[in-house]
């Protein structure tokens, strides 16, 4: 009888326990409770629980802390603060599948907000425990480690260099090649966090044997695992030309372009920034883009998408005309230029607009050819009007100023730049139309009369007599090409010195 007194007494405490680490978790779930639970002190009572003898008791306390230090990192503070993390740590390497699971939850919350609590993580010896987790026979303590593994990585070089040093890429090497999706998705994106930083980290990645498995998922059809294969390759890609080749090297070409079409938004976007990745390096990878098609691939994607997914496609476009004037055709040639001017005319945000204007310079650039195709489009107003804006950023203005240039410089155009005299430009940009004018007007005698009508030659007169002018030497470069007295007859005081001539003519005949 006594004996079944004292158990009742202590399969009641264990109920009570069960039920509070159980509704402080489920309580914890709804950011609205997180104060109170913080205020009625919450993390002092979980923390005893990780040592439960009950497993569930430990697992529960174990997420209910993770999910309280995912709210802030002032949250995440406290639990380093109150040494949680050596329990977590210890009991990684215990106790059964379930509260690793949980364990790794909560490391993951508390390494997510900071470089530095990231570090102290790495510090409590959670790194050894991790990665060991990742030979775990079971998938969801593999994702859960790998998880964490990424999130500390993806803070800064140093901690990823930690998470390569400590033997986790090769692990997650592995993981990528297991049947389970999400453990598929979750190591590629640890890959992804590690690359991103430095060349040797992706380097390391490379040497691991990632490319050869990642690149054959391109064409899987789980989006979410396609979105985090496309950025892992980009983020190897994007640091040098042997890494983009070893990319190349997989054969991700053409099976990257088909993913432009893919429905979900992400996969577009990452994979439009593989093909920039790979097309920026030199122009034989350029010219690889150009012949599986990428341009118009590339050019459809900009055509279809608004927004900052637009982004990497239009880069990728003024990489790949930057390298040769051949390029550069091949993407006018796939009338690449109406959406580039469209995203120039309709995005709001500058740093879009600035990239818009970086590509049409790119491809303006080469030949009067080339020139004459992207001031056909009209853009060079608006790149004008963008330049003197005094809303746009700096970086657009500088953005639409060498664009401008780089375009005006190659234009024998004479209707396009006959239209930008008439326009109110910055002096730099309209000494550059007038020395082209001047240049084109020597070799043209019909445009010669056509800058006549056109009120050309009259403006360019104004221009010249303006106070402190320094377009003068432009413009006398311009007069040289007409007679004298043309020249004299479109100048602003012409009226004047023929009314003075006139008056001069009157007086002298009531003079006789």
């Given at each position: 009888?006594?004996?079944?007194?004292?158990?009742?007494?202590?399969?009641?405490?264990?109920?009570?326990?069960?039920?509070?680490?159980?509704?402080?978790?489920?309580?914890?779930?709804?950011?609205?409770?997180?104060?109170?639970?913080?205020?009625?002190?919450?993390?002092?009572?979980?923390?005893?629980?990780?040592?439960?003898?009950?497993?569930?008791?430990?697992?529960?306390?174990?997420?209910?802390?993770?999910?309280?230090?995912?709210?802030?990192?002032?949250?995440?503070?406290?639990?380093?603060?109150?040494?949680?993390?050596?329990?977590?740590?210890?009991?990684?390497?215990?106790?059964?599948?379930?509260?690793?699971?949980?364990?790794?939850?909560?490391?993951?919350?508390?390494?997510?907000?900071?470089?530095?609590?990231?570090?102290?993580?790495?510090?409590?010896?959670?790194?050894?425990?991790?990665?060991?987790?990742?030979?775990?026979?079971?998938?969801?303590?593999?994702?859960?480690?790998?998880?964490?593994?990424?999130?500390?990585?993806?803070?800064?070089?140093?901690?990823?260099?930690?998470?390569?040093?400590?033997?986790?890429?090769?692990?997650?090497?592995?993981?990528?090649?297991?049947?389970?999706?999400?453990?598929?998705?979750?190591?590629?994106?640890?890959?992804?966090?590690?690359?991103?930083?430095?060349?040797?980290?992706?380097?390391?990645?490379?040497?691991?044997?990632?490319?050869?498995?990642?690149?054959?998922?391109?064409?899987?059809?789980?989006?979410?695992?396609?979105?985090?294969?496309?950025?892992?390759?980009?983020?190897?890609?994007?640091?040098?030309?042997?890494?983009?080749?070893?990319?190349?090297?997989?054969?991700?070409?053409?099976?990257?372009?088909?993913?432009?079409?893919?429905?979900?938004?992400?996969?577009?976007?990452?994979?439009?920034?593989?093909?920039?990745?790979?097309?920026?390096?030199?122009?034989?990878?350029?010219?690889?883009?150009?012949?599986?098609?990428?341009?118009?691939?590339?050019?459809?994607?900009?055509?279809?998408?608004?927004?900052?997914?637009?982004?990497?496609?239009?880069?990728?476009?003024?990489?790949?005309?930057?390298?040769?004037?051949?390029?550069?055709?091949?993407?006018?040639?796939?009338?690449?230029?109406?959406?580039?001017?469209?995203?120039?005319?309709?995005?709001?945000?500058?740093?879009?607009?600035?990239?818009?204007?970086?590509?049409?310079?790119?491809?303006?650039?080469?030949?009067?050819?080339?020139?004459?195709?992207?001031?056909?489009?009209?853009?060079?107003?608006t790149l004008v009007s963008l330049?003197?804006?005094?809303?746009?950023?700096?970086?657009?203005?500088?953005?639409?100023?060498?664009?401008?240039?780089?375009?005006?410089?190659?234009?024998?155009?004479?209707?396009?730049?006959?239209?930008?005299?008439?326009?109110?430009?910055?002096?730099?940009?309209?000494?550059?139309?007038?020395?082209?004018?001047?240049?084109?007007?020597?070799?043209?005698?019909?445009?010669?009369?056509?800058?006549?009508?056109?009120?050309?030659?009259?403006?360019?007169?104004?221009?010249?007599?303006?106070?402190?002018?320094?377009?003068?030497?432009?413009?006398?470069?311009?007069?040289s090409c007409y007679p004298e007295?043309?020249?004299?007859?479109?100048?602003?005081?012409?009226?004047?010195?023929?009314?003075?001539?006139?008056?001069?003519?009157?007086?002298?005949?009531?003079?006789?």
């Amino acid at each position: 009888m006594a004996t079944r007194a004292v158990l009742q007494t202590f399969e009641r405490y264990q109920k009570e326990r069960v039920a509070f680490v159980t509704a402080v978790a489920e309580m914890a779930k709804n950011p609205q409770n997180i104060e109170a639970l913080q205020q009625a002190g919450a993390m002092a009572l979980l923390r005893p629980l990780l040592l439960d003898n009950v497993p569930s008791i430990q697992q529960s306390a174990a997420l209910a802390l993770g999910r309280l230090a995912n709210y802030s990192d002032d949250l995440a503070e406290a639990v380093v603060q109150n040494e949680i993390l050596p329990q977590l740590v210890y009991s990684l390497s215990e106790q059964n599948r379930f509260y690793k699971q949980a364990a790794a939850f909560c490391l993951r919350a508390v390494a997510r907000h900071s470089p530095e609590l990231a570090q102290s993580v790495i510090d409590s010896g959670a790194l050894d425990s991790l990665v060991t987790c990742l030979e775990e026979f079971d998938p969801g303590v593999k994702e859960a480690s790998a998880w964490t593994l990424g999130y500390i990585a993806g803070h800064n070089a140093e901690l990823a260099q930690q998470v390569v040093d400590g033997g986790a890429v090769p692990l997650l090497v592995l993981c990528v090649q297991e049947p389970e999706l999400s453990l598929k998705r979750i190591a590629a994106s640890a890959l992804s966090d590690i690359a991103k930083h430095t060349p040797e980290l992706a380097q390391a990645v490379v040497d691991a044997g990632a490319v050869q498995y990642l690149a054959p998922l391109v064409i899987n059809q789980d989006a979410k695992l396609k979105r985090q294969v496309c950025c892992a390759l980009s983020q190897i890609a994007k640091h040098s030309v042997d890494l983009a080749e070893v990319v190349v090297g997989a054969e991700i070409f053409p099976k990257i372009l088909t993913c432009l079409k893919f429905p979900d938004e992400f996969v577009k976007k990452h994979s439009a920034t593989v093909v920039r990745e790979v097309a920026k390096h030199t122009p034989e990878l350029a010219q690889l883009v150009v012949g599986n098609g990428g341009v118009g691939a590339l050019v459809d994607y900009i055509s279809d998408s608004t927004g900052n997914n637009r982004l990497p496609g239009i880069m990728a476009l003024g990489y790949i005309a930057a390298f040769s004037e051949t390029l550069a055709l091949s993407v006018v040639a796939e009338k690449a230029l109406p959406p580039l001017v469209s995203a120039l005319n309709e995005e709001p945000e500058d740093h879009l607009k600035s990239a818009t204007a970086w590509t049409l310079g790119q491809i303006g650039r080469h030949t009067p050819d080339h020139a004459k195709a992207v001031a056909d489009t009209g853009c060079l107003a608006t790149l004008v009007s963008l330049e003197s804006d005094g809303a746009s950023s700096e970086d657009l203005k500088t953005k639409c100023r060498r664009a401008l240039k780089s375009v005006i410089a190659k234009l024998t155009h004479l209707p396009a730049l006959d239209a930008l005299v008439h326009r109110a430009l910055p002096e730099s940009v309209m000494k550059m139309v007038l020395e082209q004018v001047g240049k084109v007007l020597a070799n043209d005698a019909a445009g010669r009369a056509q800058f006549v009508h056109s009120g050309g030659l009259a403006a360019v007169q104004q221009m010249a007599e303006a106070p402190g002018s320094k377009l003068k030497e432009a413009v006398e470069i311009i007069n040289s090409c007409y007679p004298e007295e043309i020249v004299k007859y479109y100048s602003p005081s012409y009226s004047q010195q023929l009314l003075e001539k006139l008056e001069s003519m009157a007086a002298t005949t009531a003079a006789y």
